[in-house]
């Protein structure tokens, strides 16, 4: 019973310690949730907010553990809306009786864990850094450690950060750090003076100086026992152990921080000469297994840190890297890379950054029989770089592959051969002052081929021969081939260094010779793998997927002359002239060429430095045969719809402007300009025209196929899909054709023409009717008669004004019956004056017999008319020379 009565009094116990423990933490959440808010705030100079903080006793019992989740600091002003750090979680855990303290004394907690953070930590062109957020009085306070604080205090066993990214950008030194992947615990008693913490460190580090990239995303791995001194703020180290990339590194030494600097007396060095070390330090994904590599000879680093950093100083440092006499081969490629010699020193002496210098005194290789060399010496390093160095040799570039594990998309192939030496400084440069420079040698590529992301096809180089002189470099001779298109060059490059060294456009003039140039070979596909899917449905989505794009880097000024140019269905023969490229523009000038069978000459230019390229230009087409123009050119096809029912020659100047299509055909919806066209002997084929042909249907007393176009000038405009055609006549015999009207490039049309019609070619019935009227003089009348043309091109609608016509004849031939009449009775008046003066009724007689006769006349005329008209419009043609 008793046993019994224990075993009931420890359920209970349980009970009541657990139900505690699932109670406490809500009793005290509120309490921690404000006490963090509120304290952290209140120090800081920034925004710190979470989205909830969870309390827990069962996590790391009897410690009580909090846990922060989705932290954030967000900087206030000179770094407003820059978020400074993120955290997904932050747990702390601290001694149960912390949180029964009052509110005024601190909480002390013993380890903690960050999850999934980002810090990105900046420091502006003015020195100020975003991290520097502690408040003025929070600092004094941190500076009088005896007195209590609010808030929490650390007396750290333990901690860890995983998953983490840490960025560092300092835009005044332009230098950039990255450390991606960042797994670090740290264990040991530091509340104690004296202690050693274990720390064990992974992540993979990126760096970046003055557009230079000296380390992408190396590996690095650190264990290390440290020895701390918290009294007087030196930690050494103990025990440790470091790989960067596969290069393993010990050290020794230690790092104090003092009030006005830190001091530094650090020396590493590498456990074993083995050249595998050298291999190591490439990252592994080039490197590959090392582990089966053959290697002979050493491959060692040792250096020192030994100095004070403060605002002015480094430590002074020595880092060496030597190897004599090496080799390596790869089990699975055919070739070793031989008698590699290598001795290098990035040192500084007097602890000023300015004095840096790195000399490389020899790197030497040989692959086959093939040697290659170079020596380097870089001074001066961060006020004004000055830069000596030099390389010589000759490589089969196809044996680099069979020597060393790298993966290209295509094999390397070709022979280099180099001898030059160059010595400049920045300064130089930036002035763009090569007077100062030493350039000296020439290299010389041949049998080179290469495949990229800007180029549609492989680029086969048969020669590229360089000299390197001391102002210029001169391309001697340069031939090479893509796709379907041959290219053969010489010229200069004023500004090399420049160019490589300085962010400058590469300035040069050359001479371009091609026997086949085919624009197509240098378009670019961006087209997604969705987008070629739909491509093959659709032909207008396969063009949206290449774009042209001038190289924004060129300064060049090219003379160019070739054979043949094929610009999209285009064959343009005997092409020259020349080309200025700047800023992503191309200037065309005095360009001339032999197309459709005259001659072509234009200027202008193309822009595709904006997202659509855009272009203005001038055209002169001289003895263009109209037929070859209409097929060839959608422009001209668009332009002028009728071309396409003429034969013959013609000239035409034409000013347009507009955006292009990715193929760098003009977007007709965009373009605006003005052409004048004179016709040379062309002749009309109305079947080619549906307009024209339903046009002849209508009009019966003319041929259009014998109308004369020859000298004929016609001007249009365009502008906003629409082209304005203005007023132009022509002739067939005695006819006068006039024509105006528009149409738009969605192939609606509305035109006018009016046909000035004399009345003797209204066929025989008109004739004979108006024979009847005694009239001589009606065959001179001419009649307007307009014709409609509207609809589209492939369904057109002609409409003539048959009516009006009809009324227009009628009217003239009345006014004449009338005005002979009144004078036929002014003669028979002055001849009967004298009886009319004695006999009334005779008066009257007349002038009745005057008004029968003209009413008469004027309903024969009308019937006549009619006649006529119905005659021209609705029966067969007939001649009407006749």
Sequence with gaps: ?????????????????????????????????????????????????????????????????????????????PFEGDTLLVAKTVSVSMSVKELFKDKSEPMVINSFVIDEAKVNVLVNKDGKANYDIAKADASEKSETPNDAQEGFSLSLESYSINSTTIGYTDEGSEMQLLIDGLNHAGSGDLSAEEAKFDTDTEALVSFEMDSVRYLNKNGLKLDALIGVDLKNNKYTFLENKAL???????????VKLNDDNQEVDVTFK???????????????VYSKNIGQVETKGNFEVDGFFKGIVDATHIPAFNIQVVSNDASFKYPDLPKSVQDINLKTTVANKSGLVKDTYV??????FRIDEDRFSAQSFISNLTENPMVKASIKGRLNLANLSKAYPVD??????????????????????????YVNTKNEGRLKLSDFEYTSDEMKHPVAIAIADVTFNPKTVALNAFEAKTGSTDIQAKGTIANLLGFMFNDENMKGDFT?????????????????????????????????????????????????????????????????????????????????????GGKLTLSGDVSTKTETPQFNMSLGMSAFDIAESFNGLDLFKALTPIAGALQGKMNSNITIGGTLNNDFTPDLASVSGDAL???????????????????????????????????????????????QVKPFQVKYQDVAINVSGSHSFDKTMSYKATFDVPAKYLGNDVKNALAKLNDGDAEEITVPVTANIAGTFTQPTVSTDLKQATTNLTQQLVKQQQDKLVN??????????????????????????????????????KKAAENAFKSLFGKKKKDTTN
């Design 512 to 596: 371009l010779n091609s026997n086949n140039f085919v624009l197509n070979d240098f378009m670019v596909s961006e087209a997604t793998a969705e987008q070629e899917e739909t491509n093959e449905e659709n032909k207008s989505d396969e063009q949206a997927g290449e774009q042209i794009k001038i190289p924004s880097f060129l300064d060049a000024t090219v003379k160019a002359n070739a054979n043949t140019v094929v610009y999209d269905n285009l064959k343009l023969k005997n092409v020259t002239g020349v080309l200025r490229i700047k800023d992503q523009k191309a200037i065309l000038e005095n360009v001339s060429s032999d197309l459709f």
């Design 244 to 254: 960067i990339n596969q290069l393993p590194l010990v050290f020794d030494g230690y």
């Design 270 to 284: 590498t456990p074993s000469s083995d050249f595998k070390n050298f291999l190591a330090v490439i990252p592994e």
């Design 408 to 433: 290209l998309e295509m094999a390397l192939k070709g022979i280099l051969e180099a001898d030059i030496k160059t010595e400049f400084d920045m300064n130089s440069i930036e002035r763009e002052q």
């Design 677 to 723: 066209a004179e016709i040379l002997g062309s002749t009309i084929s109305p079947k080619n025209s549906q307009a024209l042909s339903l046009l002849g249907d209508k009009i019966n007393f003319i041929d259009l196929d014998k109308i004369d176009l020859n000298r004929l000038k016609t001007t249009l405009s365009f502008k906003d899909g629409m082209v």
């Design 824 to 861: 036929q009775g002014k003669d028979e008046i002055e001849n009967a004056l004298g009886s009319l003066l004695g006999n009334k009724k005779e008066k009257d007689s007349v002038a009745s017999k005057t008004d029968t006769v003209a009413g008469k006349k004027e309903d024969d005329i």
């Design 1 to 77: 019973m008793k046993a019994k009565k224990i075993l009931k009094i420890i359920v209970v116990l349980l009970l009541v310690l657990v139900g505690v423990l699932i109670a406490v933490p809500f009793v005290f959440e509120g309490k921690i949730k404000t006490l963090v808010k509120e304290s952290v705030n209140k120090n800081l100079n920034a925004k710190f907010d979470f989205s909830d903080v969870d309390l827990s006793f069962f996590k790391s019992f009897p410690q009580a553990t909090v846990t922060i989740e989705d932290m954030s600091l967000v900087n206030f002003k």
């Design 359 to 364: 000399a490389i005194e020899q790197l030497s």
